[in-house]
Every structure is written in C-alpha cells, then in structure tokens.
C-alpha cells in the first residue's frame, strides 16, 4: 500500500488519502499510479468554482480506536486536486512539490472568493503539468490559496513570447508583435473577465462617484419638489382671488 512516512498514525487515527475510496478503487496500486480523471477534484466547467461548489468538494475518512472500537466517518473539505507553482507556473498535485523547477509547492488559485482551475490556466499557458499519483495521503488539512495574480501572469505571458519571438528590429514588425502581444493576454483573460470586473462594478455602484451622482439626483429631485410646491402655492392663493 503507498502510505506516505510523513502521515503518522496519531491518536489511533488512519491515514487520509486525497482520493475517495482509494483503496476500493486502486487494489493494485504500488505507489505509481496516476489518479483517474474522474477523481479529480476541479471546477465543473473547468474555468472557476463560487463557494457552492467548492464547499460540497469534502472527503469522507476514518476515524476512532482500535483499542476501544470506537470509530465513526468524519468530513472535511477539500482543495482542488491540482494548484499552480507561482514560480514556473506548471500545474501540480495541490501543496506538493513542484516537480518541474522544485522551488514552490502548487498552490490552488483564487480570485475573488472563487477557486481557479489551475489545468486549465497551466494548458492556456503552455506549462507542463504533472498528474498527481492516487495515493497520496496527508496529515493536515489545508484550503489556503495563492492570488490569481493578473500583472504577474500577464509578465510571463510577454515574456514566454519574447522567447519564442527573438527581438526584431525592423519597426512595422515591431508593431505587429505589440498587436499580437496585446491579443494574446486579451484573450488569455477574457473568460476571467467576469470575474476580474466583480470589485470595479462594485465601486462603481457603492463607490464615491456613485454616491456623488445619487446625491446630485436627490439635489435635484429636491428642486423639483420645491418648484412643484411653489407653483401650488400660486395656484391656491390666484383661486382665492
């Protein structure tokens, strides 16, 4: 069985695997078999997950004493199956290693409140990505994230492209190397669009502006209702004459 050294038994507990039913469902496993596509854990739509559908990725695992046959099944929620290195930016196995330039763990993205699949993000980068083996187990859980950071990609995106584009000197190509740079993290970010606008929509709404521009509609519905009262005062008093 692929049991990792560092998942002591402690408190008579067993070790707890990232995939559900591991050992039902990898009998033969030896320690390097590679997870099976449906037990990732990963958005649905394979760009992001909001707090509904993150909160219902949980694990079930066993826990209790021999000694006393006390046991019962615990839940804890998980993290996405895979995160991203924040230093190479290839997808990993979440808080492991990076074994493409082994300096950060993969971290799972996030962005405002929602988790980002990192496959998805390494693929629209062209980054290797390493499959997690099934039977990877773990002590502690852990849910913390890496920001889904927007200048910090848009940085290795240029930069991957000035490497397989060397600098040109004649100027019309220049130009058009600018255009396509500006399409390609266009297009690398539209589908996050949605969310990226969340706090600028906000602020436009909640913010100084919007608050001024209310204010200046309450001035002038005011005036209007004082006009309204004045030309109804006229009309009384021109009546009673």
């Known amino acids: 069985m692929n049991i990792n050294p560092k998942d002591v038994l402690i408190g008579g507990n067993r070790v707890k695997y990232y995939v559900e039913d591991y050992c039902k469902n990898y009998p033969d496993d030896r320690g390097h078999q590679r997870i099976h596509a449906e037990d990732v854990v990963r958005p649905g739509n394979h760009k992001w997950a909001g707090e509904a559908e993150h909160s219902k990725w949980s694990s079930s695992f066993w826990m209790g004493s021999e000694l006393n046959n ?27 290693p990076c074994e493409e330039c082994g300096k950060r763990p993969y971290m799972p993205l996030e962005l405002r409140g929602y988790i980002i699949d990192s496959q998805t993000v390494g693929e629209k980068m062209n980054k290797p990505h390493h499959t997690a083996r099934a039977g990877l187990t773990y002590n502690e859980t852990r849910t913390d994230t890496m920001k889904f950071d927007r200048p910090r990609i848009e940085e290795q995106l240029i930069q991957d492209f000035e490497r397989e584009n060397p600098l040109i000197l004649d100027d019309f190509v220049k130009k058009e190397k600018t255009h396509a740079i500006r399409e390609l993290i266009k297009n690398f970010f539209k589908e996050y669009d949605d969310l990226m606008n969340q706090k600028r929509i906000r602020q436009e709404r909640e913010g100084w502006g919007w608050h001024s521009k209310n204010q ?23 009546d009673k004459v």
């Open 216 to 238: 200046q509609e309450n001035t002038m519905s005011g005036e209007t209702d004082e006009n309204t009262k004045k030309k109804t005062r006229r009309d009384d008093t021109t």
């Open 70 to 96: 006390d046991s019962h099944i615990s839940y804890e929620r998980r993290a996405p199956t895979y995160g991203t290195c924040a230093e190479c930016w290839a997808s990993g196995p979440s808080y492991q």
